[in-house]
């Protein structure tokens, strides 16, 4: 009586259990925190909640891509960053994984495929999936730096077509979870390019883009502004990431390409369907995003802090290493692979109390690497990764 679109059943696999075992012990340092809000960062409570307390009692005016006030001011965010982004060019919705839903809906039918980068933030598949849409994988190429490896991305649309799925989208995560690397102006060039001869859309994911970690001229910050020849580009964005605020369920599209109006027609129509973001939080956006400035700042601060102590607890000669990233909220380690990463993570859980992923959760490849993320507190963090150098260094003796 079920739908077959998901593997519901998935049963505790051994890490879970092994993380479980260790919260009931008590000893657990979590390393995955991604929730800024559990994150002992500060955040302006009276402001945020004078925000909301104006549009409590507000009328409810149904405005299917946002309401004008609130579109104006992620319109003016952008600005602020250096992006020129008219506010007719924005959808609001509830989230970015709601984004991806309309996104699917608009350029997928039911069989279709969209392609996804490798590695990344195991997502997209269940997305899709909600959606009746197949994934094909992509490879993003590691010689030093990340970049796309094009010949990849043309073997995923050639394998999806083999598989009898018709691929109708590009996704590209800018900066990228977990590798944290940039699209750079040369690699979108080659993406408008092959989409635009394959009539593909772009679906470009730039909820980490407010965290890089140092200038660089060629990095793109928003797609659907910088694209000159594709034929629909979307730039992703939202309360989450940008403001530190999961619990303000915001996020937004922004729409490019020289099919940009007929996209914005449709996405309105889907957008209409649900009316899911609610009135309060628009209403609120802008007093959101001014306070949302300072959260992002500690943020910031907290990536550099944590970033500063991973460097120190990993001195050279270490058999531990930190691959290069250029933003975002991870970092790579990389391990021996004496043990997979599956093996040390699950030991990392049991023997050291700390929760990490293991890379192959992110689809890495060529080595043995776990996945941390730099939000939590310092001393936590700096507990956490004395205790996976410890580790290790046991294990190889």
């Known amino acids: 009586m079920f739908s077959a679109r998901l593997n519901w059943g998935s049963a505790e696999n051994e890490l879970a259990a092994a993380a479980r075992e260790a919260a009931v012990r008590g000893d657990l340092v979590d390393l995955t925190e991604t929730n800024p809000t559990r994150a002992a960062l500060p955040y302006p409570a009276p402001a945020l909640a004078a925000a909301l307390a104006q549009g409590a009692q507000a009328d409810y005016q149904p405005a299917p891509l946002g309401l004008p006030a609130a579109r104006a ?38 069989g279709d495929a969209v392609l996804v980068p490798e590695p990344s933030y195991p997502l997209f598949e269940y997305l899709a999936g909600l959606e009746g849409v197949a994934s094909a994988g992509y490879r993003l190429a590691f010689d030093g730096e990340w970049h796309l490896d094009l010949a990849s991305l043309e073997e995923a649309a050639a394998a999806a077509a083999r598989a009898g799925h018709r691929a109708r989208a590009v996704i590209v995560v800018n900066p990228n979870n977990p590798t944290g690397s940039y699209l750079k102006q040369r690699e979108l060039a080659r993406l408008e390019a092959f989409c635009g001869a394959a009539g593909l859309a772009l679906i470009s994911d730039e909820v980490f883009a407010p965290y890089p970690f140092g200038g660089d001229p060629e990095r793109v910050t928003c797609a659907a502004a910088a694209a000159r020849t594709a034929p629909a580009v979307f730039s992703l964005g939202g309360l989450s990431k940008a ?75 270490s058999p531990c290493s930190v691959l290069p990233a250029e933003g975002g909220w991870s970092a790579i380690l990389r391990v021996p692979a004496s043990r997979t990463d599956a093996e040390w993570a699950v030991g990392l859980a049991r023997r050291a109390g700390v929760l990490v992923h293991p890379g192959y959760f992110f689809e890495m490849r060529g080595g043995a690497f776990l996945i941390v993320s730099l939000l939590p507190a310092p001393e936590a963090f700096a507990t956490g990764i004395a205790r996976v150098v410890a580790h290790v260094d046991a294990s190889l003796r």
């Not at 001011?73 to 709601?98: D, M, N, Q």
């Not at 027609?265 to 306070?291: G, H, M």
């Not at 700042?297 to 802090?305: D, G, H, P, S, T």
């Open 243 to 317: 403001c530190g605020l999961p619990q303000l369920k915001v996020g937004w599209i922004a729409v490019g390409g020289g099919e940009a109006e007929r996209a914005l027609q449709a996405l309105e129509l889907i957008a209409d369907t649900y009316l899911s973001v609610s009135t309060p939080v628009q209403r609120a956006l802008p007093e959101l995003l001014q306070a949302g400035a300072g959260i992002r700042a500690a943020i910031a601060e907290r990536l550099a802090v944590n970033r500063a102590v991973l460097a120190a607890a990993l001195p050279a000669g």
């Open 73 to 110: 001011a992620v319109s003016a965010e952008y600005a602020a960053a250096g992006v020129t982004l008219a506010p007719e060019r924005l959808v609001l919705t509830a989230s970015s994984s709601e984004s991806y839903g309309f996104l699917f809906k608009l350029c997928c039918d039911p």
